[in-house]
């Protein structure tokens, strides 16, 4: 009996940042490639990929440094579009700058942002990836929820159509946060899949971010059923938090195994339902404190202890 076929393991580039990683994005590539990972997850955004990578030259030097380090590109991160409104020589991960929002009162920054997605998209297919990771950044405090629900339900309307044509999926990654003026827009799982349900078109999924469900405290084995019954589950996330004494739970990315989610029900959900995709780890809280040795850390402590999940 052919046995089943196993998840695969990623890394994404968000991790490398500032002067020490340079130059974008060889020299952080090649350590991911060399810590044994042959996933990678790319960010088009400062100070990683940015307007002028859209060029056909650089795609095909990116294209030829990839397949050299055996390399696949299994998302590639729109969340953000902080290169807007960034100095060039601002080398910090964007977090949570999101730049242009589909949230956004004014309607030319929604539109520069669907513009953006769609971009990302073209980028995406020329580096032969399946799926772009988008979220809906914060809600103004200058409307309603309700009202910037309507824009960015039709936002995702435009750029689903756009990527279907292309067969590409889009992925929504919420935030944990909480409503209100100044909150993060998309919040919890319950109202990813409103949305979803909302925009109607069938390649809008999710990148479910364990770290993200766990700070907003929901039972992710449940989480993940009620996304992959769908058929939702397109790409995930993977990083752990801390829970203090109080039970307050830190939005703060860490190295597997030095916070408190306890991975192994989890992945144990995820063979249950059959996925196959990629588990992308997500460390971009540590750009400044060792990256490249959490990368290193990050590999050993997964395959060693959850290996028999993994296919590399």
């Given at each position: ?45 400062k ?17 030829t ?20 409104e960034?100095?060039?020589d ?15 009162k ?21 580096l ?26 039709d ?39 409103k949305?979803?349900?909302d ?114």
């Open positions: 009996m052919r046995e089943q076929k196993k998840m695969r393991l990623g890394f994404s580039i968000n991790a490398f940042a500032g002067n020490k990683f340079l130059p974008f994005p060889e020299k952080p590539l090649g350590i991911i490639a060399k810590a044994g990972f042959r996933n990678v997850e790319l960010v088009f955004d100070p990683y990929f940015w307007l002028k990578d859209l060029e056909l030259k650089r795609i095909s030097e990116i294209k440094f990839l397949k050299k380090h055996n390399l696949t590109v299994v998302d590639v991160s729109a969340c953000t579009a902080g290169g807007y960034r100095l060039d601002d080398l910090a991960p964007p977090g949570q700058r999101f730049g242009p929002s589909f949230a956004d004014d309607e030319t920054r929604r539109k520069l942002r669907i513009e953006h997605v769609k971009k990302v998209i073209d980028w995406a297919v020329l032969d990836c399946p799926n772009v990771n988008t979220s809906t950044g914060y809600q103004p405090q200058d409307r309603s929820f309700e009202e910037a629900w309507q824009d960015v339900r936002c995702y309307r435009e750029i689903v159509r756009y990527a279907a044509l292309r067969n590409v999926w889009v992925n929504i990654e919420y935030e944990p946060g909480t409503y209100g003026p100044g909150g993060l827009f998309i919040a919890n799982a319950e109202d990813t899949l949305m979803i349900k925009v109607g078109m069938n390649n809008l999924g999710v990148n479910f971010d364990i770290g993200h469900s766990y700070v907003c405290k929901e039972d992710i084995p449940r989480v993940i059923q009620m996304f992959a019954q769908r058929g939702l589950l397109q790409h995930i996330h993977l990083e752990d938090m801390e829970e203090k004494k109080d039970g307050t739970r830190v939005h703060f990315h860490l190295v597997p195994g030095d916070g408190n989610i306890d991975f192994l029900p989890i992945l144990q959900t995820l063979k249950k339902v059959g996925y196959k995709g990629c588990i992308t780890l997500e460390l971009y809280s540590l750009w400044d404190k060792k990256p490249d040795k959490a990368c290193g850390k990050s590999y050993q402590y997964l395959m060693s202890k959850f290996g028999k999940f993994f296919r590399n």
